[in-house]
């Protein structure tokens, strides 16, 4: 076990949790989380409650974001940690990008619809949080309620992933404005769950390196969505890339999340974790 139980990647009602921001602090807490970052999809509209909650508690709290980012032909995240939430850059840019998403939601219920699926975009602003962050994940719980599938995981499967009839392009941050957001507003910036994109090892390469020169600090070794062989594999390309490394259970709910929060694996003990640089 690392020394420090740090996780530094989760979500709440701000994007497409299913907790409130002070709830998932009181959960962190309970679990013996010792540092926690509220990171949620393109919107900082949880941090203070979240920040208020941890100091009441005495939990040490990052606050961060979880930008949507389109490069080459992928959607990537990239995390920011202890970025300043009052940054007017930050602020405009992610309004920018939250601004996509209304449009997306309609398309993604146009395409719902052609194959039957009738008000899919009441259903899932009935479990928004956030209206002005309808995600994915929303549309994924309208779909279980109605019983198209059996759990949010088929629902990715068999009509919200690409390729499939719910799927629709979007095109979300650039790399660079990503980045340019989360530094100019002092934070750190860490590619999160490299596992999961679909890159040859050449791309994943060409991700770090680029990664790198834009000013990139970490990447997410340890993380829910991680299996052992991925987190050696990134923890080896942290060491080539010089980058330090984040531990993150990315949860989204009790009833949601393969991972709880603070249960993410230990980082391997060679690698700099990205805590040591935030305060
Ligand atoms: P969006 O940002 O609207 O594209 O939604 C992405 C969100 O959908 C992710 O942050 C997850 O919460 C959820 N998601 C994506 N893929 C899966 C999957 N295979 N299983 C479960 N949830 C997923
Ligand atoms: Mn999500
Ligand atoms: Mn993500
Ligand atoms: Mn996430």
Redesign the pocket.
């Known amino acids: 076990m690392n020394a420090l139980n740090a996780d530094l990647h989760c979500?709440s009602t701000a994007s497409?949790g299913t907790l409130a921001p002070a709830d998932v602090v009181r959960r962190a807490v309970a679990n013996g989380v010792d540092l926690l970052a509220l990171t949620d999809?393109d919107e900082l509209l949880g941090l203070p409650e979240a920040a208020a909650t941890a100091a009441e508690l005495g939990l040490r709290f990052v606050p961060g974001v979880e930008v949507?980012v389109s490069w080459l032909d992928q959607?990537l995240h990239i995390v920011g940690l202890g970025i300043d939430p009052s940054n007017t850059a930050l602020i405009e840019g992610l309004a920018q990008v939250r601004g996509g998403?209304d449009g997306r939601a309609a398309r993604i219920a146009a395409e719902l619809e052609r194959i039957g699926i009738r008000g899919a975009m009441e259903g899932a602003l009935r479990y928004a949080g956030n209206p002005a962050l309808v995600?994915?994940?929303h549309f994924?719980r309208f779909l279980v309620e109605i019983g198209a599938s059996r759990n949010?995981?088929d629902v990715?499967l068999h009509y919200?992933?690409r390729g499939k009839p719910g799927y629709v392009e979007h095109v979300w941050a650039t790399l660079e404005d990503a980045l340019g957001w989360i530094k100019g507003a002092g934070g750190l910036a860490v590619i999160a769950h490299p596992g999961r994109y679909r890159l040859s090892h050449a791309e994943m390469d060409i991700l770090f390196e680029r990664f790198r020169e834009l000013g990139g600090d970490a990447v997410e070794v340890s993380c829910g969505a991680h299996d052992g062989g991925q987190l050696l594999a990134f923890a080896r390309l942290a060491r080539k890339f010089g980058l330090m490394a984040s531990r993150a259970s990315d949860f989204?709910g009790p009833e949601d999340s393969p991972i709880d929060l603070g249960r993410a694996d230990p980082l391997p003990p060679d690698l700099t974790p990205v805590w040591t640089r935030l305060n």
Do not use: G, W
Request: hydrophobic content about 40%; glycine content about 0%; cysteine-free.
């Open positions: 979500h497409d999809h949507s959607t998403r995600s994915r994940a994924a949010v995981h990715f919200l992933a989204h």
